[in-house]
């Protein structure tokens, strides 16, 4: 086995009174070799119980596979108190946890947070009663919202103070945001920037309007892939304004198919057929620049075919 003394960095912090200590990989290697490196004074067979027993994760999320891939930057979190919880729900997937953030992919169908309806089949929720099993002090806070029937990556807080951090310097904390869309039509342009003023009435629906009574909404828009009467679009957004890109989609001509609410005469999928599926932002505490991907739903694919 090769020396993988130059693998690990220091711990990046300490949580519990060292109970739980965190790593980062410098370079490509499996999860073993990488265990073995840095637990020197462990024996071979207590790491590999550590490991059965989900003592190990992965970017916050535990694993027992000893050949997984390990690559530069991935934090490596050991439990020597007890296992890591596993996470599971039909509806929502933890990406990425530390003391300060979830990120999360959301399914199409949940709703972000509760309303006066629904305060329980929420993302919030949900989270909230993952975290409160762990230590009932434990909160989460919404950072950002996705619209019920849009998938895809988000964002929460753990703590009070990272989200006052995001969402007081939010355009310039997120770096990038990407979703893709299945549209009704294709656009003549394959590339373009669609720019207006969003407000919204009192029945909630947005609308664009003049510069005095809204808010500036600018989203890109790339052509990916066109199908008879569906196209699949990669959208970036600039400001982040409910709604945005559904309502510049409809005012632009090709709505969002599946969105009944914004025009669209077609429900290819069964949804809304939007996804978010890039999030990169500078994390709150550590100002380390986080990026976080998911492929387009299988949903999507069947549509376009790809």
Known sequence: ??????????????????????YRSSEQTTL?????????????????????????????????????????????SINFDRPFRVFKNSKLRIMFEDDYIIVIDKSSGLLSMGTDRDKEKTAYYILSDYLKKQDPRNKIFIVHRLDRET??????????????????????MVLD?????????????????????LAENNAMNVYSTDPEAGKLAITQYKVAKSKGRYSLVELTLLTGRKNQIRVHMSEFGFPVAGDKKYGARTNPGK?????????????PMT????????????KFKMVMEL
Do not use: C
């Open 1 to 22: 086995m090769r020396n993988n003394n130059s693998q690990a960095k220091r711990p990046t912090r300490k949580l519990k009174e060292d109970l739980i200590r965190n």
């Open 287 to 298: 100002r380390e620049n986080l990026t976080f991907e998911t492929p387009i739903p299988a």
């Open 32 to 76: 073993l070799e990488f265990l073995f490196a840095i637990l020197k004074d462990k024996s071979k067979n207590t790491v590999k119980s550590l490991l059965k027993h989900k003592h190990i994760a992965i970017n916050g999320n535990p694993t027992t596979q000893f050949d997984t891939p390990i690559n530069p930057e991935d934090e490596i």
């Open 177 to 197: 945001r990407k979703y893709h869309a299945i549209i009704e039509g294709t656009p003549e342009k394959e590339t373009g920037e669609l720019r207006s003023y």
């Open 151 to 172: 998938s895809g990556v988000m964002l929460f807080a753990k703590t009070a103070n990272a989200q006052t951090i995001l969402q007081r310097d939010w355009d310039n």
């Open 271 to 283: 949804r809304l057929m939007l996804h978010a599926s890039k999030l990169q932002f500078v994390h």
